[in-house]
């Protein structure tokens, strides 16, 4: 429940791509207020001019982070730089909304939820689509029973582009999908194997995860920049129901399946009986709004009532321990890693 009383001025350190969409929703929160945007670049510095006239621009991010004037930092720059830029803010007070991948190791993780702790500040990776209609409901429908127990997680997540100059695509793209699993079930991540392969600057283009969890639960993800066309198709297998989410639908993005399998065990191993359920098909209605307008209004509501995230730095430290562990098999082609 929102408490707000006192404006929450925030900074935005990165005005690229994602940038401007973050400071957007963030200005539009009540109770909240962009006060400076920080870039180094000239370019991204005029645009965030043009796009919030009266806010202070700054080329230097020390200024923002000992900036006593400034609650919370959103940093959303290269993963190389989140620890730096979040240990500082978190140094001088501040809370902090920081970009997937939280960070660029698990170790640097882990000391910036200590500080966060220490210093009684809150910590949100932003893994946007926890908060998108689609992924609201698919979560209500594993904890009401719909889907009864998850067999697997399968997804596409596939397109032409954007090549990173720092990350591969399993580190870019993947954190979306892992985070969703990590959301939706409460098995633990016990194993990961991952292959790829680079073909134009060193970083692969082209990653398959696989990610095997407790209770037999098990993760698929494949991710890629080198796709004819745009997939965003993710199939969920539970006990009772199938579930095929389609992120580019425009109105029916879930589409739930009454669609099963039934083992009836007999005297001996040659007489089990397999039976298939085949029932109707129904879209269920998926919530409209933006994800990012509902994760940075939550972010607002858990500095106010000092509240922890469910996005915490704890849930982005596991998916960065999945990253590292995809890293280390990829780097291996294949070999099975441990967690």
Not at 179 to 196: H, K, M, N, P, R
Request: hydrophobic fraction near 40%; aromatic fraction near 8%; include cysteine.
């Amino acid at each position: 429940m929102e408490n707000r009383q006192t404006l929450i001025n925030i900074a935005v350190i990165g005005y690229g791509y994602w940038g401007p969409r973050i400071a957007r929703n963030f200005n539009s929160v009540d109770g909240c207020r962009v006060a400076i945007i920080c870039d180094k670049n000239p370019a991204s510095l005029q645009r965030a001019r043009k796009d919030f006239p009266g806010v202070e621009v700054t080329s230097d991010p020390q200024s923002v982070l000992t900036s006593p004037g400034i609650d919370a930092v959103a940093i959303v720059t290269p993963v190389w730089t989140h620890f730096e830029l979040a240990e500082a803010a978190l140094q001088n007070g501040k809370h902090v909304f920081v970009e997937k991948p939280f960070t660029s190791t698990s170790v640097q993780a882990e000391q910036l939820i200590e500080l966060a702790e220490k210093k009684n500040l809150q910590i949100m990776v932003d893994h946007t689509f926890l908060f998108t209609g689609a992924v609201r409901r698919i979560r209500q429908m594993v904890d009401d029973g719909t889907l009864g127990k998850l067999y697997y997680y399968d997804s596409m997540r596939v397109n032409l582009g954007l090549f990173q100059h720092d990350v591969n695509v399993i580190w870019d793209l993947a954190p979306h999908d892992l985070a969703i699993v990590d959301y939706l079930t409460s098995s633990e991540a016990q194993c990961v194997t991952a292959s790829g392969c680079a073909h134009f600057n060193g970083h692969e283009d082209v990653g398959y995860i696989t990610v095997y969890y407790s209770d037999r639960m098990i993760a698929h993800v494949n991710v890629n920049w080198l796709s004819p066309v745009k997939v965003r198709t993710t199939l969920i297998g539970g006990e009772k129901k199938m579930l095929v989410w389609n992120d580019l639908e425009a109105d029916e993005k879930l589409k739930l399946y009454d669609k099963g399998v039934a083992i009836n065990n007999g005297q001996g191993v040659y007489d089990l009986l397999v039976s298939y359920r085949s029932g109707d098909m129904w879209a269920p209605k998926v919530e409209q709004t933006e994800a990012l307008a509902a994760e940075t209004r939550y972010f607002a509501d858990c500095i106010s009532n000092n509240e922890r995230p469910f996005n915490d730095g704890r849930a982005g430290l596991r998916i960065v321990r999945l990253l590292e562990a995809a890293e280390k098999s990829l780097k291996s082609r294949g070999v099975p890693v441990d967690l």
